[in-house]
Structure formats: C-alpha cells, structure tokens
C-alpha cells in the first residue's frame, strides 16, 4: 500500500501520520508523486483520511555535510515500494534502508549513519511508500547538505532467519503497512 506519511514537528506530537485517502481519492494505487499531487490540489474543502501511528524505536534526525560540493555523501540504499526488498530480514518490507556506507565518504566521516537503518526523510521528503528510484531522486537532489532521518531498522551482522514469518517486525515499528490488519481502526477523518 502506498501511503503518504510524515513526522509532525510539534515534539508533544513526534508520531507518524499516514494518510489513506485525500477528496475521496485513495492513495493505495498511486504513487508518491500523484499523491502529493492529490495533496496539492487546489480546493476549497480538503477531507483527509490519516491514521496515527506510535513513532518508531531508534529515531535519529541530523545533516551530513559534504567537505566539497559534489563529493558525494558515500551511501548505496536498497529496497523501496514495488524493488527487491532491503530488509533481508523481512522480504515484504518495502522500506529504504541503508545497504552500505563508503569508506572516506561524508557518512563515514560523520558517523552516525549505519548499514541496516531505515531512511524515514530525505530532505524532509517523506520515505515511507515511495519507490526506489523516488528515493535515490530524493538523495540526489543534496549538493553538499543531506537532511536525514532514520530509525532502527534492521541488524546486518544478525544472520537472517531462514525462514521469517511473514508478520515479523524485527525490531521496527514501522513495518510494511501489507501486513497490517484492519488499517482504518484508528483512523481519523479530518476536514479543513
């Protein structure tokens, strides 16, 4: 399910919200971009269908800078809505994870950024039901400034279960939304 989410600003409130349809709309079959676009229409009433969620375990929100504009940042990523999943512990995880960090890259340097973390934002562009090549966009549009936000998301010194069961967190809260079960049950709808 492709949903738009986002991380509110307001720390009394740092939860996911994830929004299930927009006029009407539903956002299960388009993609991030045509939804965003349904979001940005021009109107006078806008009737939203979000749902509230727990924040995820392990959240960290910084910048890496680069030590010269295009050097590059030094991170490959893996996974993404419709792609081989990047979550070797999961196969029907369709999140974006870190798969690797470049020796001498600006991540490196940095240091806080490790392999299995799941990338929530890109330069406040949400990463949740959005294609790999949305996100690989996303971290492409960074000259030398990269504003991120991660979350645990999977250990890649852990060996992979060789068969997990097809509901397994592994230790994310933010998990593949296919899995859930009744997703509107918390759901709220919001006119403005």
Partial sequence: MNVISWFS??????????????NGHDLEQVSHGQAVALLAKPCIKVTLIVRHEEPPQGILEFSIRTQQPGQGFGISIKGGLNSP?????DAEDDGIFISHIFQHGAAEQDGRLKVGHRLLQVNSIGMHGVTHEEALQ??????????????DGYDPHASAPAAAPSNAHNGSHLSSFKRQSSLLDRSACITY
């Fill in 138 to 151: 996303a971290l492409r549009q960074s000259v030398d400034r990269l504003g991120i936000m991660v979350c």
């Fill in 9 to 22: 600003d307001l720390p009394a409130f740092k939860s996911l919200l994830s929004f299930y349809q927009v």
């Fill in 85 to 89: 999943p990047g979550n070797p512990n």
